[in-house]
């Protein structure tokens, strides 16, 4: 992605919404050659994290959110564990990398990423319930 896209993006980002959240980016820990995620191919990854420069596009965001009044919250994905946490009952549960859909044992189902971004929202007491969180899916 080139830096004019970056700019793009960012600017469509901060004209639309007014609460940007995103989960924690270690970039040194998906670049370094030591210990990767078994699912991804590390020389892949170094080159796509590195060409993307996602550390930029996020710095991009969160000042154009900012400048227009919004918000940027940066959510501890460790602590949250967004992938793992049931956004409706919060059970976490640890699931395999492969697994692409949430499908939690109190009945609450959706698309993995969906879900995440609800965890986050619950996490950064956007929202309060679970019955806030099946209004907004
Ligand atoms: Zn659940």
Same mark, same amino acid.
């Given at each position: 992605m080139t830096r004019k896209r970056h700019h793009q993006l960012s600017h469509d980002i901060a004209k639309e919404y007014a609460l940007f959240a995103s989960e924690e980016l270690d970039i040194k820990q998906m670049t370094r050659g030591d210990n990767p995620p078994a699912i991804y191919n590390k020389t892949a990854l170094n080159r796509s994290s590195l060409d993307n420069m996602p550390a930029k596009l996020m710095g991009m965001i969160r000042y154009k959110v900012e400048?227009?009044?919004?918000?940027?919250?940066?959510?501890?994905?460790?602590?949250?564990?967004?992938?793992?946490?049931?956004?409706?009952?919060?059970?976490?549960?640890?699931?395999?990398?492969?697994?692409?859909?949430?499908?939690?044992?109190?009945?609450?189902? +959706?698309?993995?990423?969906?879900?995440?971004?609800?965890? +986050?929202?619950?996490?950064?007491?956007?929202?309060?319930?679970?019955?806030?969180?099946?209004?907004?899916?």
């Amino acid at each position: 992605m080139t830096r004019k896209r970056h700019h793009q993006l960012s600017h469509d980002i901060a004209k639309e919404y007014a609460l940007f959240a995103s989960e924690e980016l270690d970039i040194k820990q998906m670049t370094r050659g030591d210990n990767p995620p078994a699912i991804y191919n590390k020389t892949a990854l170094n080159r796509s994290s590195l060409d993307n420069m996602p550390a930029k596009l996020m710095g991009m965001i969160r000042y154009k959110v900012e400048e227009t009044g919004g918000r940027h919250e940066e959510v501890e994905t460790k602590k949250v564990k967004t992938s793992q946490r049931c956004p409706d009952c919060l059970v976490t549960k640890k699931k395999p990398l492969e697994v692409r859909h949430h499908d939690c044992t109190c009945g609450y189902a +959706m698309k993995p990423d969906a879900a995440s971004g609800l965890v +986050m929202l619950r996490g950064l007491g956007v929202l309060h319930s679970r019955i806030e969180t099946l209004l907004v899916v």
